[in-house]
């Protein structure tokens, strides 16, 4: 047997993997492994500190059910979520930046008219949200469907209210031929997100916080389209540049819009949000193709598995 050397540990450990059957497998843990070895060399990582993450790590599992999943909430709060995200738009080619899918997706919401309510009796301020679906060509995509959640203005989603059995703030709508849509819901507000477990904790030890800024989740999807993924976040929100999950954007931040009521007296109408998404050709999809009104399919059920009450994203 050899004497190990550092550098001869790692190519020992790599080699471990030339039997691999699955290529993208033994792609991911390759790098995996040298990046893993790299930082131990690089932090000097004491056999003591190592037995802490250890133990950190069985914490988390720990502390994950079917309500809770600790482990996406440090993949979230470690940026990690947020990478995949990039990475994944980054390959996609134009259209509008995705955002963080988040826990709470579920499927199934009713489909409403276009200028409907999502909020039902919800108390909060009114907000109506309005734009256009469009291709990288800005061409209308009419029969678009946007797939809509939120939470409400105490910061909770309807699957973390105790005393809701149905779905609330959440809602389907389909474009028009214009490719044009508008509904209504409430104002949404800033939140944390759980820092009760071992996530917090290494939030506390990182000197951070654990507020997301107030934002509304969207699915947006056409036929031969690739699925939007995506969010919108409310301009100056006190934690829009410090979201603890990092999926604020500059190019998804939008501002509520003033306007007056309609047959024009002094009381002023709901305050609005405008804005346009774009959809990505699907892959082996020409990107001028002529958008047709068609009814997409229903976006599939998110891999996350069941939503988690609370876990807040």
Same mark, same amino acid.
């Given at each position: 047997?050899?004497?190990?050397?550092?550098?001869?540990?790692?190519?020992?450990?790599?080699?471990?993997?030339?039997?691999?059957?699955? @290529?993208?497998?033994?792609?991911?843990?390759?790098?995996?492994?040298?990046?893993?070895?790299?930082?131990?060399?690089?932090?000097?990582?004491?056999?003591?500190?190592?037995?802490?993450?250890?133990?950190?790590?069985?914490?988390? &599992?720990?502390?994950?059910?079917?309500?809770?999943?600790?482990?996406?909430? #440090?993949? *979230?709060?470690?940026?990690?979520?947020?990478?995949? *995200?990039?990475?994944?738009?980054?390959?996609?080619?134009?259209?509008?930046?995705?955002?963080?899918?988040?826990?709470?997706?579920?499927?199934?919401? @009713?489909?409403?008219?276009?200028?409907?309510?999502?909020?039902?009796?919800?108390?909060?301020?009114?907000?109506?949200?309005?734009?256009?679906?469009?291709?990288?060509?800005?061409?209308? #995509?009419?029969?678009? #469907?946007?797939?809509?959640?939120?939470?409400?203005?105490?910061?909770?989603?309807?699957?973390?209210?105790?005393?809701?059995?149905?779905?609330?703030?959440?809602?389907?709508?389909?474009?028009?031929?214009? &490719?044009?849509?508008?509904?209504?819901?409430?104002?949404?507000?800033?939140?944390?997100?759980?820092?009760?477990?071992?996530?917090g904790v290494l939030l506390r030890a990182q000197g951070r916080h654990?507020?997301?800024?107030?934002?509304?989740?969207?699915?947006?999807?056409?036929?031969?389209?690739?699925? #939007?993924?995506?969010?919108?976040?409310?301009?100056?929100?006190?934690?829009?540049?410090? *979201?603890?999950?990092?999926?604020?954007?500059?190019?998804?931040?939008?501002?509520?819009?003033?306007?007056?009521?309609?047959?024009?007296?002094?009381?002023?109408?709901? *305050?609005?949000?405008?804005?346009?998404?774009?959809?990505?050709?699907?892959?082996?999809?020409?990107?001028?193709?002529?958008?047709?009104?068609?009814?997409?399919?229903? @976006?599939?059920?998110?891999?996350?598995?069941?939503?988690?009450?609370?876990?807040?994203?």
């Open positions: 047997m050899k004497t190990l050397t550092e550098n001869g540990l790692t190519a020992a450990a790599l080699a471990r993997l030339a039997k691999a059957p699955n @290529p993208r497998m033994k792609e991911i843990m390759t790098s995996l492994i040298r990046h893993m070895h790299g930082f131990v060399r690089e932090t000097g990582l004491t056999p003591a500190e190592w037995k802490t993450g250890i133990e950190f790590l069985t914490a988390v &599992g720990h502390i994950t059910d079917d309500k809770r999943q600790e482990f996406i909430l #440090l993949s *979230d709060t470690l940026g990690v979520s947020a990478m995949v *995200d990039l990475v994944r738009h980054r390959r996609l080619g134009h259209g509008t930046d995705s955002s963080l899918l988040g826990p709470f997706y579920r499927n199934g919401a @009713p489909e409403q008219p276009l200028g409907a309510s999502i909020a039902g009796d919800t108390p909060g301020e009114t907000l109506v949200l309005r734009g256009q679906v469009t291709d990288a060509h800005g061409r209308p #995509l009419a029969d678009a #469907l946007l797939d809509v959640w939120q939470a409400g203005p105490n910061g909770k989603y309807d699957i973390q209210e105790e005393h809701l059995t149905g779905m609330n703030l959440r809602g389907r709508f389909r474009t028009g031929a214009d &490719g044009r849509y508008e509904f209504r819901s409430v104002k949404p507000k800033s939140y944390p997100v759980p820092d009760d477990g071992p996530v654990p507020y997301r800024p107030a934002h509304i989740h969207f699915i947006v999807t056409a036929e031969g389209y690739e699925p #939007l993924i995506t969010a919108l976040y409310i301009a100056g929100d006190s934690y829009i540049e410090s *979201d603890a999950v990092f999926g604020a954007k500059q190019s998804l931040t939008v501002g509520y819009h003033k306007s007056r009521a309609a047959n024009g007296k002094s009381e002023r109408a709901p *305050d609005a949000i405008e804005f346009d998404f774009t959809l990505s050709a699907a892959a082996g999809q020409p990107s001028s193709r002529r958008p047709r009104s068609v009814r997409p399919a229903r @976006p599939a059920a998110p891999s996350r598995q069941s939503p988690r009450r609370r876990h807040a994203v």
